[in-house]
């Protein structure tokens, strides 16, 4: 079967009420998500369902903000389905907002802690440089964009061969959560009045950065 992954940039000159901003990602989301193919469609209407139970329309059109970047997954091995928003002001790294599946993150907290490796490790990717890099690049069709980073972590002494195991482990775990990954990214760009929706697709291969942490050193 055929399988049709779409993305589509728009450019509006005005809006005309405040409610444009998601109807217009809406009806591109809606009016390409009829061009899959009929597998697809039922997969990533798990996706469009989950917009309605968790109210997005209402965050998209009240949050004030200069860019609106919205990740949606649904995993078709676990049924797992995940919703996340994050919104920025024009020159600030980190969000001023982040949802996850409706639930408002303390910023405090999310992107704060002692342990300040780990958390450039796995909070980076979720400031705006990344995100908007990620985002304006996407092609019209591809494969899943994911997060390559897998982080080992262990203590001071450590084999190499349990390194290499665990790596292995991690590696596999990473592999068939992704296999059964489908997934919509979303950008809107307030200050240009530009939209990017891609429907993404699992790979048949994926390649991994492997870091090694040790929380001792890390304070």
């Known amino acids: ?17 405040a409610q444009v901003k998601y109807r217009v990602v809406d009806s591109i989301t809606q009016s390409n998500h009829t061009q899959l193919g009929a597998n697809e469609q039922a997969i990533f209407k798990k996706i469009l369902t989950k917009r309605n139970r968790m109210h997005l329309q209402k965050r998209v059109d009240t949050t004030v903000c200069d860019f609106t970047f919205i990740y949606e ?14 919104y920025f002001n024009q020159n600030d790294s980190l969000p001023k907002t982040v949802f996850h599946n409706k639930i408002k993150m303390d910023l405090g907290t999310y992107f704060y802690d002692d342990y300040e490796d780990y958390f450039s490790m796995t909070r980076y990717y979720e400031t705006f440089n990344p995100m908007y890099y990620k985002y ?42 992704l296999n059964g990954t489908y997934q919509i990214l979303t950008m809107i760009d307030h200050h240009n009045n530009r939209f990017v929706v891609s429907f993404q697709i699992p790979s048949t291969k994926y390649t991994f950065k492997i870091r090694r942490y040790n929380p001792v050193w890390d304070f």
């Open 1 to 17: 079967m055929k399988s049709i992954v779409v993305i589509l940039l728009f450019t509006f000159c005005s809006f005309a009420d």
């Open 73 to 86: 997954s649904y995993n078709v091995n676990t049924e797992e389905n995940t919703l996340s928003e994050y």
């Open 136 to 177: 304006n690049k996407l092609l019209p069709y591809q494969t899943l964009s994911y997060d390559s980073l897998i982080i080992i972590s262990a203590g001071c002494v450590v084999s190499e061969e349990y390194e290499k195991e665990r790596a292995g482990r991690l590696v596999k775990e990473r592999e068939d959560k």
